[in-house]
């Protein structure tokens, strides 16, 4: 079983809709949890950062992370073409400063 | 700032051949990665640098190999290419041990034939 699942399979929506992406794991020695965004022919950038389990907002993102079913999520309200990347899960244990990386998701927002 | 930069963005090289793969951060983070990332495989972390003078192997780190002379620079060698090296790979740097927000570089696209 591999550390980090994320579905990498494309996902388009119409501009406007909600975008939901996830990532299970199966370290529960995992506390940190973050999503990079990264754009055509560009390095990951830092998204969202989340410290244990619970819900965090930023704007039009809200990432919540369950440790109990060791299942991480992003949703995205009202999407914009801009938002179109791949999206990355990322998480750590702590001290050692290792982050584990999930494969990614394509998402398409289609005008 | 320009944070994190990578050169070359692009390179071809033959099998056999080797090449340095130049990293360089203008923010004084002690922290630096390298990492490869190949199509629906994720980023994988190559070799890491908790500071100069410091470094060490992580999940991939077989044909590669590493320096930290300066804080600033993290340069990435390839000895004897092969074509399980054709990647896209990219330079990270972060201040501190529990700091997760890592700052890429732009990345190398490197192709070996």
């Known amino acids: 079983q591999k550390e980090v699942e994320q579905d990498p399979g494309p996902l388009s929506v119409p501009e406007g809709a909600i975008v939901s992406l996830n990532c299970t794991y199966s370290?529960?020695?995992?506390?940190?949890f973050m999503w990079y965004r990264q754009y055509s022919r560009k390095g990951p950038e830092l998204l969202m950062y989340?410290?244990?389990?619970g819900n965090k907002e930023d704007g039009r993102f809200t990432a919540q992370v369950d440790k109990s079913s060791k299942y991480i999520s992003l949703f995205i309200r009202d999407s914009q073409p801009s938002d179109s990347a791949t999206y990355l899960c990322a998480m750590s244990e702590g001290g050692n400063n290792r982050l584990a990386f999930g494969k990614g998701n394509q998402v398409v927002v289609i005008p | 700032n320009a944070g994190v930069t990578q050169t070359p963005k692009f390179r071809i090289l033959k099998i056999g051949q080797s090449m340095t793969l130049q990293c360089t951060q203008d923010m004084n983070h002690n922290y630096m990665y390298w990492y490869r990332q190949d199509p629906g495989m994720g980023l994988k972390l190559i070799y890491y640098s908790v500071g100069a003078g410091i470094t060490d192997k992580g999940e991939v780190p077989n044909g590669y190999n590493v320096s930290r002379s300066t804080t600033e620079d993290f340069p990435l060698r390839l000895e004897l290419a092969a074509p399980s090296q054709t990647s896209v790979y990219f330079c990270?740097?972060?201040?501190?041990?529990?700091?997760?927000?890592?700052?890429f570089g732009s990345g190398t696209r490197l192709t070996v034939v």
């Open positions: 989340t410290y244990s389990s």
């Open positions: 990270a740097s972060s201040y501190r041990e529990d700091d997760y927000g890592y700052t």
């Open positions: 370290n529960s020695a995992f506390q940190y």
